[in-house]
């Protein structure tokens, strides 16, 4: 449930459309951990597609994220969105590491019934680290001072992008 929500919110977001207007989601590849899932919002005169991934905290299975890159509606831009659970504390935003590395903290930007998401720009060197790391830990807080990492498997991740349209 939260992945299809969060996926239709991808979509919608890319073709400018509301979150409930996305339609039947279709996986058009599997590249690593990642899927390619397309779907064409009504009103779009094109189908819209996403690289997803959905993951859970080894020892918190209530902690999981859904994990998506698409590109705007415009091809402008690369968008990394990552919706987590309702219940995390949102001033502490959401945390990145990839391979061991602090890459820094995305801001959340909007809650839904279904959880709370972080959206940031995928410009140059964040989308580098991305295709060429091998693990990603994605950092959530539930009090000030309790991180709980939930890692994301980076493989296939630069196959993955390439195949969006």
């Keep these: 449930m939260i992945h ?9 977001a890319a073709a400018a459309a509301t979150p409930a207007a996305a339609q039947q989601d279709t996986v058009k590849g599997k590249h690593g ?3 390619v899932v397309c779907s064409t919002p009504p009103g779009a005169t094109s189908e819209q597609c996403a690289m997803m991934q959905n993951v ?9 994220l859904s994990v998506v890159v698409f590109r ?4 402008k831009a690369e968008i ?6 309702l219940g995390v504390l949102l001033p502490n935003g959401l945390g990145l590491y990839v391979d ?4 820094g903290r995305a801001y959340f930007a909007r809650c839904f019934e279904d ?3 972080a959206e940031v720009i995928l410009e140059k060197q964040l989308l580098d680290t991305l295709k060429t790391g091998s693990a990603a830990v994605f950092i959530v807080f539930q009090a000030p001072e309790e991180g709980i990492g939930i890692p994301v498997d980076l493989t296939g991740f630069a196959d993955g992008f390439a195949a969006l349209p």
Excluded: H, Q
């Excluded at 859970?56 to 999981?64: F, K, N, Q, T, Y």
């Excluded at 705007?72 to 091809?75: F, I, K, T």
């Excluded at 990394?80 to 659970?85: A, G, I, S």
């Excluded at 061991?100 to 890459?103: A, F, Q, V």
């Design 4 to 12: 299809r929500l969060f996926l239709s919110m991808a979509l919608a």
């Design 33 to 35: 951990a990642w899927s």
């Design 56 to 64: 859970v905290a080894d020892d918190r299975p209530e902690m999981g």
């Design 72 to 75: 705007s509606a415009d091809n």
């Design 80 to 85: 990394l969105r990552v919706l987590t659970p």
């Design 100 to 103: 061991g590395k602090d890459i």
């Design 115 to 117: 959880g709370c998401y």
